[in-house]
């Protein structure tokens, strides 16, 4: 057991908009919705010390990726992770800040020439998939329910394959719906 330190603001804007980071902070204190991020729906509602919380759970995931990289442990898992929905400049999914792509930015950093990520989840991994979609060292894989059965997030068809230098180094299984449970695990839970 580790305990973690909460990411900095320059590890989280490794993957964040500053702007973005500002607002989770402000609305955290002001408790006001901002929509324009994905702060305030029904999905990612305003709390208070919710850039703290979500700052905290990143700082778990980069602690797990740290004490692999360093060879202190052989695996590692944050089980307060896997916020894969949270995108560059919004929340989304009931996901503030992407825990993920920042241990993924740090493993890069710390000299991790190639990363593959593997997602296992209802949902599509739409977020990390679209932090290193134009980057040839992260190869994101998502296993998940076909959009066409279950819209949230809407992505992760087959053809979604990376673009740029990153052609073909995003990979997309989107399985059918498993028999008597249309829509999967439903639209409130990511
Ligand atoms: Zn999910």
Not at 20 to 45: I, K, Q, S, W
Not at 83 to 107: P, Q, T
Not at 111 to 129: F, I, P, S
Request: hydrophobic fraction near 45%.
């Amino acid at each position: 057991m580790v305990e973690p330190s909460p990411a900095t603001d320059s590890e989280i804007e490794t993957v964040h908009d500053p702007e973005y980071v500002a607002m989770v902070r402000h609305v955290g204190r002001a408790l006001v919705p901002a929509v324009r991020f994905g702060l305030g729906t029904d999905d990612d509602p305003v709390f208070e010390g919710m850039h703290e919380a979500a700052a905290l759970v990143v700082g778990a995931t980069l602690a797990a990726a740290r004490s692999v990289w360093s060879g202190a442990t052989a695996h590692a898992v944050n089980v307060a992770g896997g916020h894969h929905h949270a995108m560059r400049a919004n929340a989304s999914g009931f996901c503030v800040y992407n825990d993920l792509a920042v241990a993924i930015k740090w493993l890069l950093s710390a000299g991790a020439e190639r990363v593959a990520y593997l997602d296992l989840d209802v949902h599509h991994g739409d977020g990390v998939q679209a932090a290193f979609y134009h980057d040839p060292r992260v190869l994101t894989i998502s296993l998940h329910e076909h959009p066409a059965t279950l819209f949230f997030p809407g992505t992760g068809r087959p053809h979604e394959t990376g673009t740029g230098d990153g052609a073909g180094y995003a990979v997309n299984v989107a399985l059918p719906a498993a028999p008597g449970t249309p829509g999967g695990c439903g639209r409130l839970t990511r």
